[in-house]
């Protein structure tokens, strides 16, 4: 996973609540065991509207997605995760993420942002207005910022510390390593062994 300090770009304001992970990526894209190319697949049945905002081109190329309440919630899938990223997402922003896809997103390196519905509904009204406009979210500091607005996130140290480094679930485990040669030299030779 890539360290992420800073996003910068455009926003595609998707603005709908409860959007569940089957609506993300559908479930005839599970069958696939790699992480990448479900781009193709992200809001699949939406997408067949030629008015969804995800075929409108003066969105295209957005790195933030502007979400409603709920987002990502429904069963545990990191396909949604993937898929997101895939087509070039690298943070959404809602009032609410339902906590799995939060999880997903923090394993996976797309920052998830929290922030109050008002300054949700402000950044949307601001994207459709004007789609060329530029979101910056900084990780460190918990901030996103577009033009007349500046508003702040939560994210645990721990949380922070994994974008930051880019450590995914092995990583995190492997900055543990001489702990665990030296638990694992301690054990009696019949007990199994990590090798």
Known sequence: MEPVRRIVGRALPLARADVDTDQIIPSQWLKRLERTGYGPGLFEAW???????????????????????????????????????????????????????????LRNGLVPVETDADTVAKLVDTVRRDPTTSIAIDVERSTVEAPGLRATFVLDEFSRTRLLEGLDDIAVTLRHERDIGAFEAKRPEWLPRVR
Request: no cysteine; hydrophobic share 50%; glycine share 8%.
């Open 47 to 105: 997408r067949k509207d030629p008015a969804f905002v995800l075929n409108d081109p003066r969105y295209d190329g957005a790195v933030v997605l502007l979400a409603g309440a709920n987002f990502g919630s429904g069963s545990s899938r990191e396909h949604a995760v993937w898929a997101l990223l895939d087509a070039g997402f690298r943070a959404v922003v809602a009032p609410r993420l339902a906590d799995i896809f939060r999880n997903n997103a």
